[in-house]
């Protein structure tokens, strides 16, 4: 029996495999073109929210202080920190993805020092925490202290915690870090009150902590009916 | 180290793709040339053909067995078969008592000694020019043997030709799954027939020339799976192997977890070990496909399915952690991350598509499958149960065959 090798079918099979490589690929370009987009969409929101506080904290100067509440749902930056902090790991776009970080750090630095000048304005009781990690080497101690922040955040709506990457190279983050004299051998970091805490701190502590600075009210029960 | 093992994973990947696209492709370039005849059909001539059926142990079916070789479409005169206990211990002897005054059937009782023995012994006392093997646990379909021999009248060159396997009324979910299998294995295997390129002549019905063991010699222990090592040694001396997908045999699958898996270890045991001694008929143009193809798929399924596994276990690992060190830092989540449903969130690397058209074609080879076997255009429900049961317990058995090969542990019949 003649056993016949038909290179030509081999050459063919390669070339439609190949073709279904380029197609996944540009599929996958596609889609994370498309969440790269979404976030930016979602920052433009954030942006223009902020905007739009600050120019009516300048025209309201000493007008009711009722009407500037707050400036930017806490909620979506977290949901923006969320998906950027995915992107980072899944989208391997690392240039668009570390762009829209940068703009993000800042972002949470604008609704930072607004929200500030309003609890100091208007009386209100602030509740923030800065936080710095850094995803540059490998820190175990930082993805402890991150969980323990969410949870804190879970069961106190009011707090807001802003956090910072501490190898973004964004000269604002870089004023924030001399300010508080961040280094990066202490991370995690937390600004809690204008007081540096280093290191990794539990949840019972900083749950003491921010009891005690800011008196919160724990996240009522939503069950709960009257 | 990341970007080596995603090197490695879509280079696995493209090869995975490849082979369901070879395949696909040869079903595009043969799909006119696959028969099905419905009804008798009658030969010129009837060459005569012995069936030996090696019985351990199988009081329960042999019956059945038997009968079915009794009925089949063909001269009684022409068909011998060859009942051989192979010093079974429950009281399969005494069932074949039965068929001892039958003329075409003659009984033997022999010290146990595994199944190559038996046929060794049945080779030698065969007297006609082709000769069959049957397990103790498969039945016949009537037209199977006529529609077979059909194969080597028209086919002067074909020197064995295989039938479709078919799962036996499955009962279970296991059963089930692995008729679905059956599927898949009867297209794969008409393709690899178009190929020239079979690498194994199933216990289950598989006709030879006799000539092929007076030429190549007896059958040999070949870790269990003697009728894998026959394929391979065929090929490499240029015999060819047929597939004759209109002649049915019906096999008793495996019904539980535990039967299954010790049946599929030794399968792929087999295939590790037996293409390890004829490694070097691997990659040779003068092998053909069989020696560019066949094998090196087999290969590459066993290198995907580790290294995939390797994969799982090692993200499996990291979630466990990180599950661990959560609870350790906040105490126990019970907050469903389902809550918060985006579609932002779902993975769109390339490898997800790639997935989607591995998946894909492997539907159609069941649906194919399904349709040379019932007639009917179908995409069978079982389908859920076959990725169910065959991606969770396969990776199980390949791994094992794998460890045993490289601490050279030979696993057992059954």
């Given at each position: 029996?003649?056993?016949?090798?038909?290179?030509?079918?081999?050459l063919i099979v390669f070339f439609i495999t190949a073709g279904l490589f380029l197609i996944a690929g540009y599929l996958s370009n596609y889609f994370s073109d498309k969440k790269i987009a979404q976030l930016e969409n979602?920052?433009?929101?954030?942006?223009?929210?902020?905007?739009?506080?600050?120019?009516?904290?300048?025209?309201?100067?000493?007008?009711?202080?009722?009407?500037?509440?707050?400036?930017?749902?806490?909620?979506?930056?977290?949901?923006?920190?969320?998906?950027?902090?995915w992107g980072e790991k899944n989208l391997g776009l690392t240039s668009d993805v570390?762009y829209l970080?940068?703009?993000?750090?800042?972002?949470?630095?604008?609704?930072?020092?607004?929200?500030?000048?309003?609890?100091?304005?208007?009386?209100?009781?602030?509740?923030?925490?800065?936080?710095?990690?850094?995803?540059?080497?490998?820190?175990?101690?930082?993805?402890?202290?991150?969980?323990?922040?969410?949870?804190?955040?879970?069961?106190?709506?009011?707090?807001?915690?802003?956090?910072?990457?501490?190898?973004?190279?964004?000269?604002?983050?870089?004023?924030?870090?001399?300010?508080?004299?961040?280094?990066?051998?202490?991370?995690?970091?937390?600004?809690?009150?204008?007081?540096?805490?280093?290191?990794?701190?539990?949840?019972?502590?900083?749950?003491?902590?921010?009891?005690?600075?800011?008196?919160?009210?724990?996240?009522?029960?939503?069950?709960?009916?009257? | 180290?990341?970007l080596?093992?995603s090197l490695i994973f879509y280079a696995l990947m493209f090869l995975a793709v490849y082979i369901q696209i070879?395949?696909f492709v040869?079903?595009?370039?043969?799909?006119?040339?696959?028969?099905?005849?419905?009804?008798?059909?009658?030969?010129?001539?009837?060459?005569?053909?012995?069936?030996?059926?090696?019985?351990?142990?199988?009081?329960?079916?042999?019956?059945?067995?038997?009968?079915?070789?009794?009925?089949?479409?063909?001269?009684?005169?022409?068909?011998?078969?060859?009942?051989?206990?192979?010093?079974?211990?429950?009281?399969?002897?005494?069932?074949?008592?039965?068929?001892?005054?039958?003329?075409?059937?003659?009984?033997?009782?022999?010290?146990?000694?595994?199944?190559?023995?038996?046929?060794?012994?049945?080779?030698?006392?065969?007297?006609?020019?082709?000769?069959?093997?049957?397990?103790?646990?498969?039945?016949?379909?009537?037209?199977?043997?006529?529609?077979?021999?059909?194969?080597?009248?028209?086919?002067?060159?074909?020197?064995?030709?295989?039938?479709?396997?078919?799962?036996?009324?499955?009962?279970?979910?296991?059963?089930?799954?692995?008729?679905?299998?059956?599927?898949?294995?009867?297209?794969?295997?008409?393709?690899?027939?178009?190929?020239?390129?079979?690498?194994?002549?199933?216990?289950?019905?598989?006709?030879?020339?006799?000539?092929?063991?007076?030429?190549?010699?007896?059958?040999?222990?070949?870790?269990?799976?003697?009728?894998?090592?026959?394929?391979?040694?065929?090929?490499?001396?240029?015999?060819?192997?047929?597939?004759?997908?209109?002649?049915?045999?019906?096999?008793?699958?495996?019904?539980?977890?535990?039967?299954?898996?010790?049946?599929?270890?030794?399968?792929?045991?087999?295939?590790?070990?037996?293409?390890?001694?004829?490694?070097?008929?691997?990659?040779?143009?003068?092998?053909?496909?069989?020696?560019?193809?066949?094998?090196?798929?087999?290969?590459?399924?066993?290198?995907?399915?580790?290294?995939?596994?390797?994969?799982?276990?090692?993200?499996?690992?990291?979630?466990?952690?990180?599950?661990?060190?959560?609870?350790?830092?906040?105490?126990?989540?019970?907050?469903?991350?389902?809550?918060?449903?985006?579609f932002y969130f779902l993975n769109a690397k390339p490898f997800v598509f790639l997935t989607v058209v591995i998946y894909a074609l492997?539907?159609?080879?069941?649906?194919?499958?399904?349709?040379?076997?019932?007639?009917?255009?179908?995409?069978?429900?079982?389908?859920?149960?076959?990725?169910?049961?065959?991606?969770?317990?396969?990776?199980?058995?390949?791994?094992?065959?794998?460890?045993?090969?490289?601490?050279?542990?030979?696993?057992?019949?059954?």
């Amino acid at each position: 029996m003649e056993n016949k090798v038909d290179w030509k079918k081999y050459l063919i099979v390669f070339f439609i495999t190949a073709g279904l490589f380029l197609i996944a690929g540009y599929l996958s370009n596609y889609f994370s073109d498309k969440k790269i987009a979404q976030l930016e969409n979602i920052q433009d929101d954030i942006a223009i929210d902020i905007l739009s506080s600050e120019a009516q904290f300048a025209l309201l100067q000493d007008l009711s202080c009722k009407t500037l509440s707050g400036s930017v749902f806490s909620g979506e930056l977290r949901e923006l920190g969320t998906k950027i902090e995915w992107g980072e790991k899944n989208l391997g776009l690392t240039s668009d993805v570390s762009y829209l970080k940068k703009y993000y750090s800042l972002l949470q630095i604008k609704d930072y020092l607004l929200m500030k000048k309003i609890s100091e304005r208007c009386g209100v009781q602030s509740a923030f925490i800065l936080y710095f990690y850094t995803t540059a080497e490998n820190c175990s101690e930082c993805e402890k202290q991150s969980l323990v922040l969410s949870a804190l955040r879970d069961k106190y709506p009011e707090l807001r915690v802003y956090s910072f990457d501490f190898s973004t190279e964004l000269s604002a983050v870089e004023a924030m870090l001399d300010i508080y004299k961040i280094e990066d051998t202490k991370l995690p970091a937390l600004i809690i009150d204008e007081e540096l805490l280093t290191g990794f701190h539990p949840i019972e502590e900083l749950d003491s902590i921010v009891q005690k600075s800011f008196k919160l009210q724990e996240k009522p029960i939503e069950t709960k009916t009257e | 180290m990341l970007l080596f093992s995603s090197l490695i994973f879509y280079a696995l990947m493209f090869l995975a793709v490849y082979i369901q696209i070879f395949f696909f492709v040869t079903f595009l370039e043969n799909k006119n040339k696959i028969l099905i005849r419905h009804g008798k059909i009658s030969l010129n001539d009837y060459p005569g053909v012995t069936i030996i059926v090696p019985c351990w142990n199988e009081e329960k079916t042999i019956l059945k067995t038997v009968h079915s070789l009794l009925d089949l479409n063909y001269p009684k005169e022409k068909l011998k078969i060859l009942l051989v206990d192979d010093g079974s211990t429950d009281a399969t002897w005494s069932v074949i008592q039965k068929f001892k005054n039958y003329p075409n059937v003659e009984i033997f009782k022999k010290e146990n000694g595994g199944k190559y023995t038996v046929l060794n012994m049945g080779i030698e006392k065969i007297t006609t020019e082709f000769f069959g093997c049957l397990d103790a646990d498969s039945m016949v379909d009537e037209e199977a043997l006529v529609r077979m021999m059909d194969y080597f009248a028209k086919d002067k060159e074909a020197m064995a030709v295989t039938p479709s396997i078919v799962a036996n009324n499955p009962k279970n979910i296991i059963q089930n799954a692995q008729k679905i299998e059956y599927y898949i294995s009867v297209f794969a295997k008409r393709m690899l027939g178009f190929l020239g390129a079979i690498h194994v002549t199933p216990g289950p019905f598989t006709i030879f020339k006799k000539q092929v063991f007076n030429k190549l010699g007896p059958y040999r222990h070949a870790h269990n799976t003697e009728d894998m090592e026959i394929a391979y040694r065929m090929q490499k001396n240029h015999y060819k192997i047929e597939y004759c997908n209109d002649a049915y045999v019906y096999t008793n699958t495996p019904a539980t977890i535990k039967k299954l898996y010790r049946q599929r270890l030794r399968w792929i045991y087999g295939f590790i070990n037996n293409t390890i001694d004829y490694r070097d008929v691997l990659l040779k143009k003068k092998y053909g496909n069989f020696s560019m193809f066949t094998v090196p798929a087999g290969i590459i399924s066993v290198f995907t399915v580790s290294f995939i596994v390797g994969k799982l276990l090692v993200n499996l690992v990291d979630f466990i952690i990180h599950k661990i060190v959560k609870f350790q830092t906040v105490g126990l989540d019970l907050s469903l991350e389902v809550n918060n449903f985006d579609f932002y969130f779902l993975n769109a690397k390339p490898f997800v598509f790639l997935t989607v058209v591995i998946y894909a074609l492997v539907i159609f080879s069941v649906v194919f499958g399904h349709k040379m076997i019932e007639g009917k255009w179908k995409l069978p429900i079982h389908i859920i149960s076959f990725f169910m049961v065959f991606s969770v317990v396969a990776p199980f058995w390949l791994m094992a065959a794998v460890y045993n090969t490289l601490l050279s542990e030979k696993p057992a019949w059954r």
